[in-house]
């Protein structure tokens, strides 16, 4: 269903159908108002419930599973996701297993595919063979054996029309999608929020390479960062109308955790207003800060860095892939699975730790084998 053509349900009055039609306002339409947010330089209990979590389980799964590709563009057929033997609950059992305490589902990447019907698209799970809602499965699963949940969401959508400076149609699509996730499967400890960069054209500078640790180094970098937080604010901030959807999840979770992913080229560095900084594969964390300046402010904020347990890529990828292929029979050593859990929790920082499940549903056996016998 197109953009305009669920604009002109929505004014004829037939979105009451819908899931999650809402009480909420749009996001253009709600104030600023960042009462949740910690304007301190020490954590927020919020913040310290967090980072309590130290170790979590990320899982890509979703269309791309079945077509061996890692980004694709809103046009596969969803018809072929069918995961014949899916299994959540080994999911979770394996993360428990290896001392995790949440899980982040991706539950829609850049292709726009959703793992739950959403009401707000013809490109979902519902489309499928197999049809069934698996954000439920999981969210379930976890609430068995203990774990917290937390989910994934792209902002930027190939199957629908995000282009434009001023497109409100499309932050109202997200907003109802948003609504589904958020008032759907109860409470969710972290909205980690992607692909912020298709809107945000500016501020872009390559990192010094090799990186150095001298004094005048470490400064220049951080004015670096510090630019790249202020071309944010002046671009992508305004296109994306974060300052209101921030507000928007804290209206309807006020717990849940957002972030926003700053990319390999700025790890670490936040996109505001966010609660948690992430960093894909940011492992050199001798000169990571987690107190920075907003709004005249020195604000704390904690961080996740992500990996995945696939350690041979592609040419896009070549550090490791995030969905399955069959291919790929590459896995992390638990040695080194430790190795980063213990370099993370020395600064306070949340691991999460991604598998990529099988065409089937379940997990690659050697993740498995990796994960329940982590400590042995």
Not at 25 to 42: D, E, H, Q, V
Not at 208 to 223: G, L, M, S, V, W
């Amino acid at each position: 269903m197109s953009l305009s053509r669920r604009n002109f349900i929505k004014k004829a009055g037939a979105a009451g159908a819908g899931l999650m039609s809402a009480p909420y306002n749009s996001i253009s339409k709600i104030s600023p108002n960042f009462s949740a947010f910690n304007f301190n330089p020490t954590p927020s209990i919020l913040q310290k419930s967090f980072m309590d979590l130290k170790f979590g389980m990320l899982i890509h799964f979703g269309i791309n599973t079945y077509y061996d590709k890692e980004w694709s563009d809103g046009t596969l057929d969803p018809y072929r996701v069918n995961p014949g033997k899916l299994d959540t609950m080994q999911w979770c059992e394996a993360a428990k297993s290896a001392g995790m305490n949440y899980i982040v589902l991706v539950c829609k990447h850049h292709d726009g595919f959703c793992l739950w019907p959403s009401k707000h698209t013809d490109y979902s799970i519902s489309r499928s063979q197999y049809t069934r809602d698996i954000v439920a499965s999981v969210v379930n699963s976890a609430e068995k054996v203990g774990l917290k949940v937390g989910f994934y969401y792209s902002l930027w959508d190939q199957r629908e029309s995000y282009k434009g400076i001023d497109n409100r149609q499309y932050l109202d699509f997200m907003q109802d999608q948003l609504s589904e996730l958020l008032t759907g499967y109860g409470s969710v400890v972290e909205l980690w929020l992607d692909g912020f960069w298709q809107r945000q054209q500016s501020g872009w500078t390559k990192k010094q390479e090799p990186p150095e640790d001298t004094e005048e180094a470490i400064k220049n970098a951080r004015n670096r960062d510090e630019a790249f937080i202020d071309a944010w604010r002046m671009e992508g901030a305004f296109r994306w109308q974060m300052d209101h959807l921030y507000q928007f999840v804290k209206t309807i979770q006020p717990d849940c955790i957002i972030m926003n992913n700053s990319t390999n080229s700025y790890q670490g560095v936040p996109l505001f207003p966010v609660d948690a900084r992430n960093g894909v594969r940011y492992l050199n964390l001798d000169n990571d800060k987690s107190i920075w300046n907003w709004l005249g402010n020195d604000v704390f904020v904690p961080l996740q860095i992500e990996t995945t347990m696939s350690t041979k890529g592609n040419q896009k990828f070549p550090e490791g892939n995030w969905f399955w292929h069959a291919w790929d029979q590459s896995v992390m050593e638990k040695e080194e699975i430790l190795n980063l859990k213990e370099k993370a929790n020395e600064v306070n920082a949340n691991l999460l730790l991604n598998v990529g499940p099988t065409a089937e549903g379940i997990l690659r056996e050697q993740d498995q084998i990796s994960l329940t016998k982590l400590y042995e």
